[in-house]
């Protein structure tokens, strides 16, 4: 019986004659089959341990970027946020809300390295108290107000001076950002003072604490007609959009961003960066911002 590495036994009839050599080289084949895997083996193990090691560095060298901004931008920094992730190896930990809501947590000491609010008035606050790095500071995006009835109403407005948006509202509410707490309220109340109305539906306004929770009333049956961003409509189904304000009945809306004095976060001005880019401007534009 011949004998072979890798307790490999080939039995045979000694009889038989020699082994032929294309048995020889079979066999050598296998031995070389055997030590190959067990080499691959190894390697994939050792490349296993080799990538858990560098996710770990890289975790530890490109830190997260804590982001707060105005909510109505929920939808388009999600879609942004997975391409800056998939690129940079870090993401970004969101805190939405009104942006005076924010600026004032900011100004408490609320751990954060980017802001983006929606109201030029919010970020001022914050320049003036030297809490944002003013060299930084950019616009990059602008919104439209509108009104918004649930999808199955039969009202029909246009805007314009003294437009009779009390008789539409009859009995019921207009739901809005309370203009005293939030960015949307305040181009609103702005845009109802300068055409005329609001002395008229002041005392029927339904205040939210902002535009996306002034969206759910009226979605919800709640409210016959409210007042939010264009870009707010657009993503909820049960809504439409009656008319919309023209755009010098109200300050602009316009988007600004921002790193935070106190961040020592290295990613923050790649990921500022990238908001400017083109690259997630797409993102913004199919939610139907328009670039600043």
């Known amino acids: 019986m011949a004998k072979f590495a890798s307790g490999?036994?080939?039995h045979r009839d000694e009889s038989a004659g020699p082994l032929p050599c294309t048995s020889i080289a079979a066999a050598g084949a296998m031995i070389l089959t055997v030590a190959t895997i067990r080499r691959l083996i190894l390697t994939a193990a050792l490349l296993g341990l080799l990538l858990v090691s560098f996710g770990q560095r890289a975790q530890a060298q490109f830190p997260d970027v804590i982001v707060f901004s105005a909510g109505s931008l929920r939808e388009a920094l999600a879609d942004a946020n997975n391409i800056f992730l998939f690129e940079n190896g870090s993401g970004a930990v969101m805190t939405y809300g009104a942006s005076a809501a924010l600026a004032k947590q900011i100004e408490s000491g609320a751990a954060a390295d980017v802001f983006i609010s929606d109201d030029i008035g919010s970020m001022d606050y914050l320049a003036e108290r030297k809490l944002i790095m003013l060299d930084t500071r950019d616009k990059f995006l602008r919104n439209k107000l509108v009104l918004i009835a649930p999808a199955g109403s039969n009202v029909a407005l246009t805007t314009g001076p003294n437009f009779p948006l009390a008789q539409a509202l009859g009995a019921g509410r207009l739901a809005m950002a309370d203009p005293a707490a939030a960015a949307a309220g305040k181009y609103g109340k702005a845009a109802?003072?300068?055409?005329?109305?609001?002395?008229?539906?002041a005392d029927k306004v339904a205040s939210a604490p902002d535009e996306r929770a002034a969206l759910a009333l009226v979605s919800r049956g709640?409210?016959?007609?409210?007042?939010?961003?264009?870009?707010?409509a657009a993503v909820d189904k049960n809504v439409k959009i009656v008319a919309a304000f023209p755009?010098?009945?109200?300050?602009?809306i316009v988007y600004s961003v921002a790193i935070l004095a106190n961040s020592t976060n290295g990613v923050s001005s790649i990921y500022v960066q990238y908001l400017l880019s083109p690259k997630a401007t797409g993102f913004f534009e199919k939610r139907g911002f328009e670039a600043y």
């Open 8 to 10: 490999l036994d080939f």
């Open 192 to 201: 109802l003072e300068s055409l005329g109305v609001w002395g008229s539906v």
């Open 222 to 232: 709640e409210a016959p007609l409210g007042i939010v961003y264009e870009t707010d």
């Open 247 to 252: 755009e010098g009945s109200h300050p602009p």
